[in-house]
């Protein structure tokens, strides 16, 4: 039975059984000293080692239009569930449909919110108490990573447990299928998404 661990370090845990045969070299009459081993169990360990970025469990990214016409919060902000961020000249509210921290603010009172020509969020909100971390995984790296496997995660001194919740169907970036990679073009990953267990992640800064 195959029980795997991942690691950012991953890991792949095994029984494995030796048997030696022993095969006479010529047919002699004369005894044939044989010497037996025992079979025996033992643990291998094959790591896969990657990097990823921390992220919010939850974020939002508001895109208003038109006149600004109040604005009730700041960056860095906590707000909580329905608070009202900010409303436009047409009555258009932006609601924060979970309580969190607002990260990002790009509109001004009394100014023009022109962010989706510009191709940038109004306002963004993170819930920065649940924290998770997502991965690139190679092709490689995919074949042997499951959902449900425990991770180990280390962030600076620190060592933290999790788990692989979600992987992603297919992968993303560059060339699949044996195509060259063009110059600056990534090899295809695949994401998948790691939660921590119930520890203390107050020390650890979302996008590192």
């Known amino acids: 039975m195959k029980k795997r661990t991942i690691g950012i370090i991953l890991g792949l845990t095994a029984v494995a059984a030796v048997i030696f045969y022993v095969w ?15 079979v025996t169990q033992a ?3 094959d790591v896969v080692s990657t990097v990823g970025i921390i992220e919010p469990t ?4 508001f ?3 038109g006149p600004v016409n109040e604005i009730n919060v700041e960056v860095n902000e906590e707000v909580a569930e329905d608070d009202v961020l900010a409303t436009y000249l047409d009555g258009t509210e932006l609601v924060a449909p979970f309580a969190g921290t607002v990260i990002e603010l790009n509109i001004e009172e009394d100014e023009v919110d022109a962010n ?4 940038q969020p109004s306002l963004v909100l993170a819930n920065l108490d649940n924290l998770q971390v997502a ?6 790296e995919a074949s042997q990573i499951a959902v449900d496997q425990v991770v180990e995660l280390s962030y600076l001194d620190n060592e933290y447990e999790g788990i692989v919740t979600q992987i992603d169907s297919i992968a993303t970036n560059g060339q699949a299928g044996g195509v060259p990679l063009q110059a600056g073009q ?15 992640t107050s020390v650890l800064i979302p996008g590192f």
Not at 192 to 200: N, Q, R, V
């Open 24 to 38: 006479p070299r010529e047919s002699r009459n004369e005894a044939v000293e044989v010497e037996t081993t025992a």
């Open 43 to 45: 643990d291998f360990r």
């Open 58 to 61: 939850e974020m939002e990214s």
């Open 63 to 65: 895109t208003g239009q």
């Open 116 to 119: 989706a020509q510009q191709n």
């Open 135 to 140: 991965v690139n995984l190679s092709k490689n």
């Open 186 to 200: 990534n090899a295809p990953t695949l994401q998948a998404t790691i939660s921590f267990k119930k520890e203390d």
